[in-house]
């Protein structure tokens, strides 16, 4: 275990804050950074258009690490239920750990597969946006998409991985976390097709009781509405190399 207190200031002044003390990096790993011995998993969240996927493959690019986007589990979920019936968010029902059992979802590099048939186009379409929410938030899907992703992420060893709970759920163990923002008005332009949408995600995604979006507590959240992503890049691999030495 280590400190960073010695480059807050550069952090602080480079728009990256940090939230909470706790350093629970266990890990150090085989990874492109050439500082470790084990595994090391880089952990991004924040809320839609804030930059996350883009953010994650640079900063995986730099790294030489491989990338988990996890979305795509959640999207790739949501077009296979989709012709099921969804229950009420707090209900646990058969159906869908029914159809878990009989189908097989999994995701490669950008894509999502479903019972070994990639999905791409699909995972953006209406068809999917408009239960998207509901599937996200529904305890049992939560539940087998975790096992997937963990079970994923050990199988990967180090990688960089995004979502919307990675470093509050998924990965609580992981070296270092980023929590992305952007200017609403920013994420909007950024993300013109989906306009309002994007709100509406948001705040379903913040109020869900099973694993809301939020900042973990030992995050870095990172302000990505004006800086360019070299700079952003640069030094959020700073940190993920500090952060790593000193575990
Ligand atoms: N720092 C940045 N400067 C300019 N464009 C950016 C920056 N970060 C992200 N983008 C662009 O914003 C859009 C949304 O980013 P994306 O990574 O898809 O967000 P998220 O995964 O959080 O939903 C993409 O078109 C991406 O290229
Ligand atoms: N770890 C995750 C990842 C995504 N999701 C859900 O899946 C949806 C799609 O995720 P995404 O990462 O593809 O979405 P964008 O951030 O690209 O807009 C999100 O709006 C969340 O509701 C989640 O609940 N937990």
């Known amino acids: 275990m280590g400190s960073i207190a010695a480059v807050s200031p550069a952090i602080l002044a480079a728009g990256i804050r940090k939230v909470g003390s706790g350093l629970h990096a266990t890990h150090s790993g ?24 883009t953010v994650a493959y640079r900063l995986a690019a730099m790294l030489l690490l491989p990338m988990l986007s996890t979305g795509l589990y959640f999207r790739t979920v949501a077009w296979g239920l989709s012709s099921v019936v969804l229950p ?28 070994g048939r990639a999905l791409d186009e699909e995972l953006r379409s209406k068809r999917v946006q408009e239960v998207l929410a509901q599937v996200s938030a529904n305890p049992t899907v939560r539940r087998r998409i975790l096992e997937l ?16 709970d990675i470093g509050s759920v998924v990965w609580p163990d992981a070296v270092c976390k ?9 994420r909007l332009e950024r993300r013109p097709e989906e306009g309002l949408q994007l709100l509406d995600r948001d705040l379903k995604d913040t109020t869900r009781y099973h694993a809301p979006l939020k900042v973990a507590e030992d995050a870095f959240v990172v302000d990505n509405s004006d800086e360019s992503l070299d700079v952003l890049i640069a030094r959020m691999g700073d940190l993920v190399k500090l952060r790593a030495k000193s575990c």
């Open 30 to 53: 085989n990874s492109g950074i050439g500082v470790v011995t084990m595994s090391l998993v880089v952990a991004i969240d924040g809320p839609g258009g804030s930059g996350k996927s």
């Open 178 to 186: 980023f929590y992305l923002v952007a200017r609403l008005k920013v």
């Open 88 to 115: 009420d968010q707090d209900d646990d029902t058969a159906d869908i750990n029914d159809w878990f059992d009989h189908h097989e979802v999994a995701v490669e590099g950008q894509v999502g597969l479903l019972d």
């Open 149 to 164: 992703e963990r079970a994923e992420i050990a199988k990967l060893g180090s990688c960089v991985v995004e979502g919307r």
